[in-house]
């Protein structure tokens, strides 16, 4: 994001633009106020810094929270693949019993 304290002052005319574009978006979007979206609250874009000011986020952004989800994520996929083959498996030896 544009304003954020370290590179605020040094965001180049293509970092500017895109968040001057994100906050425009958030106007549109904020309209509706849509309950499982974050809220904009303010901006400032008349003077330097440049700035979004949007609702508290409890649980952190979107990013975040699926990164730090990943290895959970994966545990459960594996473990699911892991169900379906040993079913498979058992699916083929009851295949091959009843066969006898």
């Known amino acids: 994001m544009y304003n954020n304290c370290a590179g605020a002052d040094t965001a180049k ?17 904020s309209e509706g106020r849509n309950p499982h979206l ?3 609250l303010g901006c400032v874009t008349t003077q330097e810094p440049l700035s979004l000011i949007t609702e508290f986020i409890q649980y952190g952004d979107l990013l975040s929270y699926l990164r730090s989800t990943r290895s959970i994520v994966s545990m459960v996929l594996f473990l699911h693949e892991q169900l379906l ?4 498996k058992f699916m083929d030896m009851l295949c091959l019993f009843n066969k006898r």
Do not use: L
Not at 85 to 88: L, M
């Open 13 to 29: 005319g293509s970092e500017r633009q895109d968040f001057i574009s994100e906050i425009e978006m958030m106007k549109k979007v």
């Open 38 to 40: 974050v809220a904009m």
């Open 85 to 88: 083959c040993s079913t498979n």
